[in-house]
């Protein structure tokens, strides 16, 4: 095979090397905050020093975690799916008869620590999200962000960001609807019955939450239109019993 000349990030500098074997990723979610080259074959893992010496070796076994699969250039990393020291890899298994694909996050000890819904990760601020996109009938493309919540032990938690949060639905007359937007600010609301009727609009809540009595609402279904300070908007049902 023919050697690639790669870029890497590794250590706060840029090093320059010959792509050696399979290396072809790195990791930069580790317990010292440096990145390391990746390198794997189908018996084991390499994470490699800056000059390339081996840093940690994980034995694999394939016939028990699948495929190697790539997470945006992650081979291998620590502190991304918990905050443990032990470091962790994905694999990805594919149902041959319906072509669909599970990914599994394993830890170097070979301990599954559960499955993720895809195999794209993205970083904002100090979040870390795994999203999954899908093409809509109109041509535009639908995102669905998993927020990565990090366990306190080998464990693996990931949350589907909804947008917005409301309970209880169903709701009874005289209860009190909360509104939650875990990750944002809610900055208006709008909610119709069946019919169309407007029946509450705010344009004042700016808070992550905000409150409505069901008594202000119609029986049966009511919609909701919850706008964040970003001007997006949710939609949703509610339904008064």
Known sequence: MAAVAISLT???QYIKTEKVGNANGWTDY???GKAYLVSYTTESLAILNDDLTTYKEISL??????????INSIWASQHLFNDDDKWEYVTFTQDME???VTYHVYNEDGVELGIIPSNTLMTVGDKNYI??????DDGTTEYTLYAIEK???SALSIRKVNGVNVFPNPVAPGETIRFEMPDGSIAGMEIYDGAGVQKLRRTDVDSDAATVSADKLSHGMNAYRI??????????????K
């Open 10 to 12: 590794a250590s706060a």
């Open 30 to 32: 580790t317990a010292d």
């Open 61 to 70: 076994s394939p016939d028990k975690t699948g495929h190697l699969d790539l």
């Open 98 to 100: 319906t072509a669909v």
């Open 131 to 136: 999203y999954e996109t899908a093409k809509k």
């Open 151 to 153: 366990a306190n032990d």
């Open 227 to 240: 706008t964040d300070k970003n001007g997006q908007t949710f939609t949703g049902k509610i339904i008064v």
